[in-house]
């Protein structure tokens, strides 16, 4: 399994990622939180769980995590550049906790720039209130049952919005659920990708 470390230009800033998966799978975009960086997706074994089922993963260090050098991105428009840079079309969205600050405004405003939506406990949804019902592809909102953090609230808050959204719970884990049951949180978001993929064919 060969995962490739690339660089793009966003912005006029230099951005990180890694990429894994047959260039012409269905892609799907790895954002992370304030704790992590592009290489967790590694060391979880996600980037080679997704790049073995055929589809093309990019983990993506956001601006000052990971290689990625600091800048003041704007995250309102940051994630659709990145796309564009890359030519990614209608990728599955990952957005773990901080980088809801990046997802969000994308996902909200052109959601059919994307297939689907994976909101793990992602920060910002109360700001978004109002645009959340926008949301017109699929979401799967995963949270930890103890997370502490990012409350429950907002994941019912965004899967009363959404209109094709659900929810998974998963037990005994806080608010990184794939870092304290990666077995759990690598078999649901594989199920959602395989739906997705199932329904356009």
Known sequence: MTIESLWTQVADSRVHYLAAGPPDGQPVVLLHGASFQATTWQDLGT????????????????????????????????LGELLDRLKIARPILVAPSMSGRFALPLVTASPQRLRGFV????????EYRDRLSQITIP?????????????????????????????????GAGHAPYMQDAE??????????????AAED
């Open 119 to 126: 909101a793990v406990a992602p920060v910002g949804l109360g």
């Open 139 to 171: 979401v799967l909102a995963i949270w930890g049952e103890t997370d502490h953090i990012v409350p429950h609230a907002q994941r019912d808050l965004l899967v009363g919005s959404a209109p094709r959204a659900r929810k998974v719970i998963i037990a």
């Open 184 to 197: 759990t949180f690598h078999r649901e978001l594989l199920a959602f990708i395989r739906e997705l993929v």
């Open 47 to 78: 980037l080679q769980k997704l790049a073995a089922a055929g589809c093309r993963a990019y983990a993506i260090d956001l601006p000052g995590f990971g290689q990625s050098p600091r800048t003041t991105p704007n995250p309102a428009t940051w």
